[in-house]
Nanobody, 114 residues
Framework: VQLVESGGGLVQPGGSLRLSCAASGFTFSDVNMRWYRQTPGKERELIAFITSGGGSTAYADSVKDRFTISRNNVKNTVSLRMNSLKPEDTAVYYC????????WGQGTQVTVSS
């Protein structure tokens, strides 16, 4: 099982980024997927969820109306489109494959700063 995140980087406040997570080693279309983020000294925060078929999504209040999760079950990818970024969005972002896989990617750093 492998999850590989990409797309992080440095962006100015108000800017946008698109994170991607490439999955392999399991039947991607059978598994719910999530995006989390973590800053030093804090617990990992669940920010977005998408069901296996992509028909339902959910977001943390902190990112609702700014972030959009999506997936492509042909390419085995899950993405996170992040708009109107704020300095407090600075974190390492992780994708997660839900049960029964329960696997994490290595994370990608997002820094929002002028």
């Amino acid at each position: 099982v492998q999850l590989v995140e990409s797309g992080g980087g440095l962006v100015q406040p108000g800017g946008s980024l698109r994170l991607s997570c490439a999955a392999s080693g399991f039947t991607f279309s059978d598994v719910n997927m999530r995006w989390y983020r973590q800053t030093p000294g804090k617990e990992r925060e669940l920010i977005a969820f998408i069901t296996s078929g992509g028909g339902s999504t959910a977001y943390a209040d902190s990112v609702k109306d700014r972030f959009t999760i999506s997936r492509n079950n042909v390419k085995n990818t899950v993405s996170l489109r992040m708009n109107s970024l704020k300095p407090e969005d600075t974190a390492v972002y992780y994708c997660n494959a839900g049960r029964p896989i329960n696997h994490w990617g290595q994370g990608t750093q997002v820094t929002v700063s002028s």
